[in-house]
């Protein structure tokens, strides 16, 4: 069964200064992950996805990930915050393989601070 | 594209009372998720549907909560009788393959 470990449940940093958003994930075969981002009173919105191409994904806002599998990893990063990262962030990974019906798998949520 | 058009927005009812949210996933998409958000329990998936077919209700909480999506383009969430504890926020998401597009979501009080 897949599953998903955000191993920070919060993170601070300040504005101008690398994020580091980490995430473990499990998974029988070859996963598909994202990472979505929700803004305070807002919907979700996908920031990024990894599906078996390229293991460097680059998303919008300047975030990108590396898909590891020898690591079971997808962390997510930013070179430089802005006040506007500010929210909460979401490894999500989906059901896949041949019953590939969109069923996402949430990690618990990691809120990022940006201290100006 | 519109997107996920999800209402209402907001609601507030009594204790008691039948709440019906109401889902427009995007055009083309074949398969349609409700999804609960709390503090305490973070996003739970309800429900999915795939060409209009119940596939997994196995997270719905309890006989309270029913979901149909009688067409392509149209789903309801039904809670009847509604309790406190089902105050949250509630997205419905729909998807055509692995990325689901999430609506904006119904913030629903119960008092």
């Known amino acids: 069964a897949q599953s998903v470990t955000q191993l920070d449940s919060h993170v601070s940093v300040s504005e101008g200064t690398p994020v580091l958003l980490r995430c473990n994930y499990s998974?029988?075969?070859?996963?598909?992950l994202f990472w979505y981002v929700q803004h305070p009173n807002k919907g979700l919105q996908l920031l990024l996805k990894?599906?078996?191409?390229?293991?460097l994904v680059k998303g919008i806002n300047g975030f990108e990930a590396e898909f590891k599998k020898s690591e079971t990893s997808f962390h997510l990063t930013k070179p430089s915050a802005h006040m506007s990262d500010a929210a909460e962030y979401f490894c999500?990974?989906?059901?896949?393989?041949?019953?590939?019906?969109?069923?996402?798998?949430f990690g618990q949520g990691t809120t990022l601070q940006v201290k100006p | 594209d519109a997107g996920v058009i999800q209402s209402p927005r907001h609601e507030v009812t009594e204790m008691g009372q039948e709440v019906t949210l109401r889902c427009k996933p995007i055009?083309?998409?074949?398969?349609l998720f409700w999804y609960r958000q709390t503090m305490m329990r973070g996003l739970e998936l309800l429900i999915y549907?795939?060409?209009?077919?119940?596939?997994?209700d196995s997270g719905m909480p309890e006989d309270r909560f029913s979901a149909k999506m009688p067409n392509a383009s149209f789903s309801t969430l039904k809670i009847q009788p509604s309790e406190p504890r089902d105050s949250a926020v509630y997205f419905c998401?729909?998807?055509?393959?692995?990325?689901?597009?999430f609506g904006s979501g119904t913030r629903l009080t119960v008092v």
């Open positions: 999500v990974v989906s059901e896949g393989g041949s019953s590939n019906t969109g069923k996402l798998i």
């Open positions: 998401a729909s998807s055509l393959g692995h990325v689901n597009t």
């Open positions: 055009s083309g998409h074949n398969s």
């Open positions: 549907f795939n060409n209009n077919v119940p596939i997994d």
């Open positions: 998974s029988s075969y070859s996963p598909s």
């Open positions: 990894y599906t078996s191409a390229a293991t």
